[in-house]
């Protein structure tokens, strides 16, 4: 399948999101001196932007992409909450799948930008898990919702919304309509995901989940652990980002690797979202491995040279894979 064949594909997957959506807040500015009352930068502000976040941006990244994206998630009922929906709402989303708790806070990212260069975060977040009712609920949205998907992602930020019951309803689910499940993990709910299709943890991810204290930097190394959590978790494909170094992922027992490309990284906020939303998107098409791999690679390559979480650009993606003879 050539480049203009698999993005005219794209526009017929329906993207099951689940996860920790969030605000994603700038506030830019110009740093030229250091603060007299402590050895920090003084910001003087030039401007200030509030931008979909967590599991919102991966449906950013996937309808950049030309497919339709449905979020299901839990946020709170606070300041931020109509900021949240009305940013949706802005993006021509579904609202359908999110479920509004008072018992909870939204998530909000506050980063601090100087001369193009991030110099502070402040998180304001709640990470407890959902209570029964909130959880209930969510799940009830995802039963309902998945019926019309094409391929499940997990965005997984360790805010709360996902745990093991929510993780083996919607598995149960997929398996049921035989659709792919795709997931972006972190630490909590790690080895959780048990019969999934496609598992992405970057590297660091991958060496804290499986409590590894080896050198992952040795190809076997590399390889033994890869190997060892598509096992535990009977995954059919195991990817791991590994930064300036490119992706791995598997293919039966064996691992392919393909390298990342010379870039201008401005930051790297962001990047796994784009892999992991072409990721599910190259799968659910039926690219090989090593094809989800290399485009999924080349995108998450290309949001890191533009400052702050950003959707990939379609334009550039399908002009790079396809100099790149993907």
Known sequence: MNIP???????????????????????FGKVDRISPEAP??????????????????????????????????????????NTLIGLLKKQNMS?????????????VKTRMIGNNHQLLRVDTEE????????RAALIAKIKTLIVKADVVIFEDYDKGVID?????????????????VVVDPKKVNFLNYTGVTLFKPNLKELKEGLKLDTDLSNDKNLSDAVLKLQKLLNAKMVMVTLSEKGVVITEGNKL???PAHVRNIADVSGAGDTVVSVAALT?????????VAALSNLAGGLVCEEVGVVPVNIKQFAEEAARLAI
């Open 95 to 107: 609202r359908d799948g999110m479920v509004i708790s008072d018992k909870r806070i939204c998530t």
């Open 5 to 27: 064949q698999l993005l005219k594909s794209f526009k017929k997957q329906n993207v099951l999101i689940i996860g920790d959506v969030m605000l994603d807040a700038y506030v």
């Open 164 to 180: 093991e019951e929510v993780i083996k309803a919607t598995v149960k689910a997929a398996a049921k309509r035989k659709i792919p």
């Open 283 to 291: 799968l659910a098409t039926g690219c090989t491995p090593q094809q």
């Open 256 to 258: 392919i690797r393909e």
């Open 40 to 81: 920090v930068p003084v910001l003087h502000v030039r401007g200030e932007d509030t931008r979909l976040g967590g599991a919102a941006n991966v449906a950013l990244n996937v309808q950049a992409l030309g497919a339709k994206p449905v979020l299901c998630s839990v946020i709170g009922k606070d300041a931020h909450t």
């Open 127 to 134: 990470t407890a898990g959902l209570n029964k009712q909130d």
